[in-house]
């Protein structure tokens, strides 16, 4: 019996939402296939070079975005070729994922994703070149952030008619599974 209360007033306690909890008023959801879309089709990456008397091209493969719990990664393959031989490496790279509050603007930034590209000739290992994938996104993918469907709003007071202002009180932008979430709060102001 005393378990079971003591159980029911924990659970109470523990329920009950602290005052300066704050509702997300508006909440965007940008889930990483949005984000692996646009990487499919952007066009071929490739390039080419020579290393130890070997020539060679590469092309960029599967290239996606996969988003954890606080962490965002990159992954695709490369694929060389030579007159000989074709090799695939994978590609692991970290994302980084901001908001401008003042733009309203989430940027998705491809930052470091290295990839050696070698191979085994007689019994010798040859490093045809490292390739740094990220620095071929230089550009930022930029998607609009949420936002109110108005920024002021006519409304009549007590008073007269006066405007009412709305604007972004706080944002929380943050990575969890298979997405990128920003949520908002909202602050009514009266204009002048």
């Known amino acids: 019996m005393k378990l079971t209360f003591l159980f029911i007033l924990f659970t109470f306690l523990f329920s009950i939402e602290p005052k300066d909890f704050q ?7 940008i889930h990483e296939e949005l984000i692996n879309d646009f990487f499919s089709n952007i066009g071929e990456i490739k390039g080419s070079g020579e290393a130890a008397y070997i020539d060679y091209s590469w092309y960029l493969l599967n290239p996606r975005v996969e988003i954890e719990n606080d962490d965002a990664f990159f992954f695709a393959e490369v694929r060389a070729i030579t007159n000989n031989f074709r090799i695939t490496r994978d590609v692991k790279g970290k994302v980084i994922v901001t908001y401008d509050e003042e733009s309203n603007i989430i940027e998705v930034k491809i930052d470091k994703a290295n990839v050696i590209l070698d191979v085994d000739v007689f019994g010798k290992n040859f490093v045809l070149t490292e390739i740094d994938i990220g620095s071929y996104f230089k550009k930022t993918l930029k998607l ?23 604007v972004n009180k706080t944002y929380n932008l943050k990575l969890v599974k298979d997405a990128i979430k920003l949520s908002t709060t909202l602050q009514f102001e009266l204009k002048e």
């Open 144 to 166: 609009n952030g949420p936002s109110s469907l108005n920024n002021e709003i006519n409304y009549q007071l007590p008073n007269g008619e006066s405007k009412i202002m709305i």
């Open 23 to 29: 509702y997300d008023h508006i909440s965007l959801i």
